[in-house]
């Protein structure tokens, strides 16, 4: 885990991340009543950061809590802050909970002012062999809420699901429900079968992701076959490709599942046309 860089914001200052002092009465810190965004910087600018700030107000709308930014006023705001911890590639993190009242009360939702919290982080280096090998994967039955389409800082269910990756030496859970493959733990979850991109639709059930829609413009840039269908175990099993795609993981190929290759056991075809036209587009953003 690489080391955050220097400078935070928290409601309204910049200041030294190792100086911010939050309540301990806030209720993300009680309750995980908050919600976050993950957002790629690259060449000192923010990437696509319209689709993050409007699944922000989509999470705000969803919790009932009133984001105190516009987009142009979050954009100000993170700029400054790249700024400050140096441009180059980066990603931000940015959180808005509900506040701190003086008290624990579950509801009613207290009218109070959100903690608005942001920090960078540099830009992490993709592990050794994972585009040319690809990535081990493992898969274990949702336990998460019915609600997967906020981005909810109340993350317990994906923390322990991600551990059983970790325990078994594997890069992430890919999560089962009612016979179907949803998302990762932390990821949107791509497969190939007979030339075509395949992603499950977006429902409560899963996030919808930023990097998915990159993902989907590319390949239809490209004249890559696409739809958004309900993708069952067995055909998980037997797919020719599977991919991971997250803002700071890009687009990554799985090549064992629980074990077991994956198509051929490689990194696939399609997959690689997909992260080339990523890289071209990212070194397109980072220009000046
Ligand atoms: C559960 C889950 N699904 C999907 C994603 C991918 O979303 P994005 O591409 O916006 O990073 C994430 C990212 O953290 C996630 O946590």
């Not at 055909?235 to 290759?261: C, H, K, Y």
Request: charged letters at 20%; a negative charge.
């Amino acid at each position: 885990m690489a080391t955050p860089l220097p400078w935070c914001h928290l409601n309204g200052e910049q200041l030294l991340l190792t100086e911010a002092r939050v309540s301990p009465l806030d209720r993300s810190f009680l309750f995980g009543d908050g919600i976050y965004e993950v957002i790629p910087v690259y060449g000192g600018r923010l990437f696509r950061p319209q689709a993050h700030f409007d699944r922000l107000d989509r999470s705000a709308a969803a919790i009932r809590l009133t984001n105190p930014h516009s987009s142009a006023g979050w954009q100000a705001l993170l700029q400054q802050l790249i700024d400050a911890n140096g441009g180059g590639d980066q990603y931000v993190y940015l959180q808005l909970s509900r506040g701190a009242e003086h008290g624990r009360n579950h509801a009613p939702l207290p009218e109070i002012p959100p903690t608005v919290f942001a920090y960078c982080s540099p830009w992490p280096t993709v592990a050794a062999g994972t585009l040319s090998n690809g990535l081990a994967c493992i898969t274990a039955q949702d336990t998460r809420w019915a609600r997967c389409d906020i981005k909810s800082v109340a993350l317990l269910a994906n923390v322990l699901l991600r551990q059983l990756a970790v325990d078994a030496n594997a890069a992430e859970t890919i999560l089962l429900r009612d016979g179907e493959m949803l998302e990762g733990s932390a990821s949107t979850v791509h497969v190939v079968i007979d030339g075509t991109l395949i992603t499950p639709p977006n429902s409560t059930r899963l996030l919808p992701g930023t990097t998915r829609s990159v993902v989907e413009e590319l390949a239809d840039g490209l004249g890559i076959p696409r739809r958004a269908a309900r993708i069952g175990e067995a055909e998980l099993r037997s797919a020719d490709e599977i991919w991971l795609a997250a803002a700071t993981r890009e687009v990554q190929p799985v090549t064992r599942l629980d074990g077991m290759p994956v198509g051929t056991g490689l990194p696939g075809p399609v997959w690689r046309r997909i992260y080339d036209a990523y890289q071209q587009l990212r070194k397109a953003a980072s220009q000046p």
